[in-house]
């Protein structure tokens, strides 16, 4: 180890003692001391959103720590990884004060409003399994949580059923209710509707006017308002424009807004044009269905949880996780059959048993041969190395450069975004992917040898 991974590593044990575990793994694995000169310590990040947060959030914390473990006052800087590589000397980062306070509501002190924050206690960010698929939603979910209403506003998730959207936003609700004294509203765009259309109906025994009141308060006299499902909204054009004006007012007044939805703000055709562009005003962060390793470890820790106490062996994990569908409530549908099955069965948990109690649930046959594992398995043939070296961190230019190959190769010969290949490269940033695909094509232009290796490489792909 040399010095700079020692003091990096002692300063890393130091912080993880004082902080959740989630936001430790989240803010601080895979980072690294790159260099520690003339008072300045440069600090490497995986991703770009990790910049400010940390710079927010526990630059003080951090330097601390440098304080300690080396004696010297340090400024710290950080960055990603591009940016050592270009040499790309971002200006020295400043601290910044002014923590998010905590507002202490208006509503406070009216008694007669009952409010009720429809959060789910069992989803939090503890019980929330990080894998690449999800990695930046769910990092993108805790910046949130740790800051609401200062930095993305709106965070808007969108991904297919099951993969864990409705699971997060209660986990942003649940920390922002622990750890501040902000209210916290979490419905289903359905419920807002029905709460539209309540206010406007009209109701014998109360007056126009306490309706109003009543969806005032619930909706404007929050500080973070959690909307899930939005694409229900579409159609609905009367609580669309409530729904704007909601949007708006909370907007205004710094509030933090969370949206979810099944497609990103731009697919959402029906919906208003003046909405769709609000969404896009903060943050948008795709959630994509969970690679094997994820499936695994998820079901691992479901397993753990106290309240299965049967004994699943490695292989049917396995098994499970390499079978079942593309989202993660099937997955679980899965588990859950199968232990059910067990105890209907009166027989312990193995591979046969699994097969058995499975056989009509899976989507067996479900292949992830997809266009991009078939170029990584090309290049990782055509220059030795193995699959996992293209989707590890090594820096060394015999697997740097072949993964930087493979990356433009994929951008060029399949449909995938720039966040999607980086998934599938062991989760690095977009902006590594858009970088490789910038240095091959310029490389390329100057020599010869590879564009010829890289043609070599695409008939193969295309046979
Ligand atoms: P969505 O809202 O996207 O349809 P949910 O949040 O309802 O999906 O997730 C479906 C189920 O899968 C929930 O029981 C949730 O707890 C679980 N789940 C999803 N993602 C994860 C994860 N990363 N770790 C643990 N459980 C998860
Ligand atoms: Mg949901």
């Not at 419920?191 to 309706?211: R, W």
């Not at 072949?402 to 290949?421: G, N, V, W």
């Amino acid at each position: 180890m040399n010095d700079n991974s020692k003091i990096w590593s002692n300063i890393l044990s130091k912080i993880k003692l004082e902080l959740a575990s989630f936001s430790y793994e989240t803010w601080f694995n895979d980072t690294e001391l790159y260099e520690l000169k003339n008072g300045v310590a440069k600090i490497i990040v995986p991703y770009a959103m990790h910049k400010d947060h940390l710079k927010n959030n526990y630059y003080d914390l951090i330097k601390s720590k440098f304080i300690e473990e080396v004696g010297d006052n340090v400024e710290l800087e950080f960055l990603i990884e591009e940016e050592i590589e270009h040499n790309i000397e971002d200006d020295l980062l400043k601290i910044q004060d002014g923590e998010a306070n905590n507002n202490i509501n208006i509503y406070d002190n009216d008694s007669s409003f009952n409010f009720e924050s429809h959060l789910n206690k069992n989803y939090t960010f503890d019980n929330f399994v990080v894998g690449n698929s999800n990695k930046f939603a769910q990092m993108s979910a805790l910046a949130v949580a740790e800051n609401p209403g200062a930095i993305y506003n709106p965070l808007f998730i969108y991904g297919n059923s099951g993969l864990g959207k409705t699971h997060l936003m209660h986990a942003i609700g649940n920390y922002i209710e622990n750890n501040s004294r902000k209210k916290v509203l979490y419905i289903t765009s359905e419920t807002f509707c029905n709460d539209f259309i309540d206010m406007t109906k009209k109701d014998n025994n109360k007056s126009d006017f306490d309706n109003i009141a009543y969806f005032k308060k619930k909706y404007r006299g929050i500080d973070v308002l959690i909307v899930d499902d939005i694409q229900f909204l579409a159609k609905r054009t009367e609580s669309q424009k409530e729904f704007f004006h909601t949007f708006q007012n909370l907007y205004e007044d710094e509030k933090q807004i969370i949206i979810s939805s099944d497609r990103s703000p731009n697919d959402l055709k029906l919906l208003e044009d003046r909405l769709r562009t609000r969404f896009g005003w903060g943050l948008s962060v795709n959630i994509y269905p969970p690679d094997f390793e994820l499936k695994l470890e998820i079901l691992k820790r479901k397993i753990k949880g106290e309240y299965i106490k049967k004994d699943v062996p490695n292989n049917v994990l396995e098994y499970v996780a390499s079978n079942a569908g593309t989202d993660i409530r099937s997955l679980e549908g899965s588990l859950t059959r199968l232990l059910a099955y067990s105890t209907m069965m009166g027989r312990d948990i193995d591979l046969n048993l699994a097969i058995e109690a499975l056989k009509d649930y899976l989507n067996l046959g479900y292949s992830d041969d997809t266009d991009v594992s078939k170029i990584q398995k090309i290049v990782a043939d055509y220059f030795k190395i193995s699959i996992d070296d293209l989707k590890s961190k090594k820096r060394n230019s015999s697997i740097a450069f072949p993964r930087q190959i493979a990356m433009y190769l994929c951008r060029k010969h399949t449909d995938e975004s720039f966040p999607k290949i980086g998934i599938e490269f062991g989760g690095k940033d977009h902006s590594t992917v858009m970088h490789s695909c910038e240095k091959i094509e310029q490389e390329m232009k100057k020599n010869k040898t590879l564009a010829d290796e890289i043609d070599k490489l695409e008939k193969e792909i295309h046979n």
